[in-house]
Nanobody
Framework: QVQLAESGGGIVQAGGSLRLDCVAS????????MAWFRQAPGKEREFVAS????????GYFDTVKDRFTISRDDAKNTVSLQMNSLKPEDTAVYYC???????????WGQGTQVTVSS
């Protein structure tokens, strides 16, 4: 069964840091790309960061590029998102996703809430 399980969300003050983890089933972790998305209240889900299977390719949304870092631990089937210098506009539900079908993120976790207070 393909599964993704996020953890690490919480409430933090502006300027603080959080680390999100996504533990993936074996099949999901073997996908070509895994990524983090987020959805703020009243807004559409947006891309945050992605990482290729061999960790050589990483992509970031412009507004997080110098603050967030995506990584993966092959020994633990885990993809992580280190978030530094958090801003109130980073407040959202963060979702882990896997690209099992070519070019499409089709497997999703349940999400974890991140709230940044000003």
């Amino acid at each position: 069964q393909v599964q993704l399980a996020e953890s690490g969300g919480g409430i933090v003050q502006a300027g603080g840091s959080l680390r999100l983890d996504c533990v993936a089933s074996e099949e999901a972790f073997r996908s070509n790309y895994m990524a983090w998305f987020r959805q703020a209240p009243g807004k559409e889900r947006e891309f945050v960061a992605s990482i290729s299977r061999n960790s050589e390719l990483r992509g970031y949304f412009d507004t997080v590029k110098d603050r967030f870092t995506i990584s993966r631990d092959d020994a633990k089937n885990t993809v992580s998102l280190q978030m530094n210098s958090l801003k109130p506009e980073d407040t959202a539900v963060y979702y882990c996703a896997a690209q099992l079908s070519p070019g499409r993120y089709d497997t999703w976790g349940q999400g974890t809430q991140v709230t940044v207070s000003s």
